[in-house]
């Protein structure tokens, strides 16, 4: 439960933040991205404020031996660079600059009178849909045993 | 304020919130990670994915009311063009385990050679289809 009460006010936290930063304005984002065109070099600072913060808190917080609510840190350890993941960055970019929307702020959009959010996380949850379903029909069938 | 404070105090914001969830969860604040999950659902394991995406959402609604200025639509985009993103933005993250959050924010806080290397090609692909849109005609 408390669990699930932190990761409220975070969501919440996390969202105001995005708001207050600007990142809700799809027009901003596509002229941050375009840095060739007018370019708005505001939403650099996002990332600077966000990872000053975070990674001094991060430093702090992963010195006590296990989270607040749960048993145990759960950080990613993969470090190999596949191509899996700079193509899937590469079609991330490409639909965050079509579409002027990540994730966190096309949820956070959602509550506005414009249907583009909800186009857009419509479309998204396909997106990931399709890959999942891909991976799955990648993946050989578990081999069950065989009983005579 | 100035769009650079107002964008900088934002981030603040975020990197509070991602350093929060590490303390109460153990978990990376990444959007696209934490809604994917819901897609394979564990028990146990959805109710602080549904308050995350909540929250977000809660604060979408408030400023709806209190600050409505916050919240645009791209002009200069058709819903097809948001629509074909979403695909691309869904495949992609789930593909490259991660979005803007994850990789860009707390990837790159912890030092992560996955998410700089993610963060650096997003980035270039966003700039690349941006400059082709406004070549194009639409911005």
Redesign the interface.
């Known amino acids: 439960m408390n669990n699930t009460f932190i990761s409220a006010l975070t969501g919440v936290i996390f969202g105001a933040g995005l708001l207050l930063s600007g990142m809700t304005d799809a027009n901003k984002v596509i002229n941050f991205l375009d840095v060739g065109g007018a370019w708005d070099a505001s939403l650099g600072f996002v990332m600077v404020g966000a990872i000053c913060v975070n990674a001094v808190l991060y430093r702090l917080v992963l010195r006590r031996e296990s989270p607040l609510f749960a048993a145990n840190f759960r950080i990613p350890t993969r470090s190999d660079i596949d191509a899996r993941l700079v193509g899937g960055a590469a079609l991330f970019g490409l639909g965050w600059g079509l579409g002027g929307y990540c994730p966190g702020p096309g949820f956070v959009s959602i509550a506005g009178a414009d249907p583009a959010p909800a186009v857009f996380l419509a479309s998204m949850l396909a997106g990931m849909l399709v890959v999942k379903v891909g991976d799955q029909a990648g993946t050989p069938e578990p081999v069950s045993p065989v009983t005579q | 304020m100035h769009?650079?404070v107002?964008?900088?105090?934002?981030?603040?914001?975020?990197?509070?919130?991602?350093?929060?969830?590490?303390?109460?969860?153990?978990?990376?604040?990444g959007?696209?990670g934490i809604?994917?999950g819901l897609?394979?659902p564990k028990e146990g394991d959805m109710?602080?994915?549904v308050?995350?995406?909540?929250?977000?959402?809660?604060?979408?609604?408030v400023?709806?009311f209190a600050?409505?200025a916050?919240?645009?639509?791209?002009?200069?985009?058709s819903?097809w063009?948001?629509?074909?993103?979403?695909?691309?933005?869904?495949?992609?993250?789930?593909?490259?385990?991660g979005?803007?959050?994850g990789?860009?924010?707390?990837?790159?806080?912890?030092l992560?050679?996955?998410s700089l290397?993610?963060?650096l090609?997003?980035?270039?692909?966003?700039?690349?289809?941006?400059?082709l849109?406004?070549i194009g005609g639409a911005?």
């Open positions: 769009p650079f107002a964008a900088t105090a934002g981030g603040a914001l975020i990197g509070l919130a991602a350093s929060l969830m590490m303390l109460g969860t153990g978990r990376i604040a959007v696209s809604f994917g897609l394979t109710g602080w994915r308050a995350f995406v909540g929250g977000l959402i809660f604060a979408g609604i400023a709806a600050a409505p916050a919240i645009a639509a791209p002009e200069n985009r819903l063009h948001v629509a074909v993103a979403g695909v691309l933005v869904g495949g992609g993250v789930r593909l490259g385990n979005c803007t959050s990789h860009g924010v707390c990837g790159l806080s912890r992560s050679q996955r290397v993610a963060t090609t997003f980035m270039s692909t966003g700039a690349i289809v941006t400059a849109m406004r911005q």
